[in-house]
């Protein structure tokens, strides 16, 4: 990653504001954005991504059967699955209420005046009631293709149930998922090998292309922005592993770091399933049963970081347009931040379709959306890594309050390093 910010930099630094910069030979001649940036680095960055999805399919489908399919009490499946839910929607709302907090107390916007010079148009959101709809697959096969998540997960945890249900038939056809599993956590390992080359093509491709200018002049926005990210990623996480699980955070945060940069360069939670599950599982101590539920559910509904995002962007609109927000106003916007976090999950452009939906409700101008654009993608890795981060604590705490985490791998430093 560090290797791939300096390279990164060094390009930028090379190519300036020129649209390519081209070398020569007697001959010969290429442009280094040509062959480097929307080349190697493009191409290298792309297929490695590419690499990393390919593995979310089988591997949530495989590994939820199989921990569904190995619960002894269906029951147990509900209490995982409740528990899940309720700190998954706990944290966001959490999340956005220090976001309107630190933001109103701060004022990033006060004093801004900045003029829209581009019109933001986002996806339309569907409706509550589409969204529970569209939960529900209609065709498993279609879902998988299309990679929608919470059909997966749903078409999944029905099938392990059947199979758990249907005795020495079910018990053949789980040895066969068992032994896919393995298959598939074998695959996982050789992507994740590559990862050390694929996020340095990430990071380099990035920095190229990255205008620090804008930075520059939304610094406010971006500090808070990013301070609200690593409080509610350290502290609030941090006393949640303490006391609620009665872990060591020092442990935990060690443990997630890997995959935190790992999920920091791809900017996908999706894309970081196949890695949060590792750690969760072999440095965490996580039965599979519990993480096969948890991190993929976590990965589609769990949006702490973009409810961070949602709520110091709605008060610095409302600030730079000289809007005041009131008490209810505030509420608003937690309840429909936290509501939105689980309803527009399977909409493209997830966070911005989401801040869209909270200005609405509040009656700021969506065209505001346009303002901050320029500086946040880094702020969506930073988001990234944080809501991963919630997945493994969320998976932790309900582990253990279903006596399925081991805690002695743990509190082992060296756990599943060769794994």
């Not at 190519?15 to 929307?38: H, L, R, T």
């Not at 990393?52 to 399919?57: A, P, R, S, T, Y």
């Not at 899940?84 to 709302?93: C, D, G, I, Q, R």
């Amino acid at each position: 990653m560090a290797l791939g910010i300096l390279v990164g930099a060094m390009f930028k630094w090379i190519i300036g504001n020129e649209a390519d910069y081209e070398i020569g030979f007697p001959g010969f001649s290429f442009g280094i954005k040509a062959f480097f940036v929307d080349g190697i680095f493009h191409v290298g960055g792309q297929i490695f991504v590419a690499s990393l999805k390919m593995l979310v399919v089988p591997l949530v489908l495989v590994s939820l059967i199989c921990g569904t399919s190995s619960l002894n009490d269906i029951s147990t499946l509900g209490r995982i699955g409740s528990k899940s839910f309720s700190l998954y929607v706990l944290t966001t709302a959490l999340a956005i209420s220090f976001a309107v907090f630190f933001a109103t107390l701060i004022g990033p916007g006060t004093g801004v005046d900045m003029q829209l010079s581009t019109e933001f148009k986002t996806a339309e959101a569907p409706s509550v009631a589409q969204v529970f709809i569209n939960m529900f697959p209609s065709n498993p096969i279609d879902a998988m293709a299309k990679g929608e998540m919470l059909q997966i997960i749903i078409f999944a945890v029905l099938f392990g149930i059947a199979i758990a249900l249907s005795g020495e038939s079910g018990k053949r056809i789980r040895q066969f998922f068992d032994d896919m599993n393995e298959v598939v956590m074998k695959l996982v390992n050789i992507v994740m090998n590559l990862s050390p080359y694929g996020v340095f093509f990430l990071m380099a491709k990035l920095f190229t292309t990255l205008e620090l200018d804008d930075m520059g002049n939304l610094g406010k926005y971006f500090a808070l922005v990013l301070f609200v990210l690593l409080f509610h990623g350290f502290i609030v996480y941090g006393l949640f592993i303490k006391l609620a699980g009665g872990l060591s955070p020092l442990m935990f945060f060690r443990k997630m770091k890997e995959t935190a940069l790992f999920a920091f360069s791809t900017s996908s939670s999706n894309a970081s399933i196949a890695s949060n599950m590792h750690t969760t599982t072999h440095k965490l101590g996580v039965d599979n049963k519990v993480a096969s539920f948890t991190i993929p559910l976590g990965a589609t509904i769990n949006m702490d970081g973009t409810a961070i995002m949602q709520g110091v962007a709605t008060v610095f609109i409302a600030q730079v347009y000289n809007i005041d927000l009131t008490t209810s106003d505030y509420v608003l916007v937690v309840l429909t931040a936290t509501l939105a976090s689980i309803g527009t999950a399977g909409v493209p452009g997830v966070g911005l379709v989401m801040l869209a939906m909270v200005l609405q409700q509040v009656g700021l101008p969506v065209e505001g959306i346009a303002l901050i654009i320029g500086v946040d993608r880094l702020l969506d890795m930073t988001r990234t890594a944080v809501n991963i981060t919630g997945d493994a604590m969320v998976s932790c705490l309900v582990a253990k309050s279903e006596k399925c985490l081991d805690v002695d791998v743990f509190n082992n430093p060296e756990a599943g390093r060769d794994s």
